[in-house]
């Protein structure tokens, strides 16, 4: 059986509170996101992106609807299973300062009981397709912003995840630093033509890495659209100057426009 996608159905999801009624988070949100695929979530700030991300990655259970695993075996008939393997890389670094870079890398693996030897090999490689070979015995401390979030990405990768979840990887960097990354992510996801599910609130971002965009409201969050992006891949920034790149952020703006007020007046 093979892994083939994710689907969410009529999701909802409320946070609940002692001294205030409760605040709806996601309402009836459904949707499928295909393996192998890049898919972006943009929206206004607090319409609900993380939530949905958490859910689906299993540390945070919706109050309503359910989401699937969906697996084929060749006849085109899909069937939900059990979760496949997963990894999370997120906006905050959360490095053990006193491990050095590759026993931050390799702490997943060692937390699975995985032999010394096959984590360190898969720590190295992993170390080295972020471009940071030489660093391993460097401490976080010693390491830039920017390097800090490549040893994120490397713990992410490490793992061997069926589904890369990515909840705003860079938005706690300069902007140089973050077209850097963005460009070794692009590398990176290409080769591996791994599922992944980026949370941004970049237009730019989501469009440059995505092979399909989802655009949610304001709170509640729900899906105002669901845009492919039919651009070459691979990409590099070059792809920005293209007409066909400019038509689709004019696009997703414009359906963002009155979400992003209504959020900025809730």
Known sequence: MQFEAISIEGLSHRFLSKNRSPTVALNDVS???PAGKVTSIVGPSGCGKSTLLLIMRGLV???DGKVRFLYGNGSGKLTAGAAPRMA??????NLLPWRTVIDNVAFGLELQGV???ERRERAISAIKAVDLAGFEQHYPGQLSGGMKQRVGLARGIVMSPDILFLDEPF???DAQTRLYLQEQLAELVERSAKTVI???HSIEEAI???DRVVVMTARPGKIAATLDIDLPRPRSFEVQKEKAFGDLFSEIYGLLRDEVRKSMLS
């Open 31 to 33: 949707a499928q996101f």
């Open 61 to 63: 259970e919706a109050t």
């Open 88 to 93: 999370t890389v997120w906006q905050s670094f």
């Open 115 to 117: 032999p010394v030897a």
């Open 171 to 173: 938005g706690a960097l």
């Open 198 to 200: 980026l949370i941004t």
């Open 208 to 210: 440059f890495l995505g």
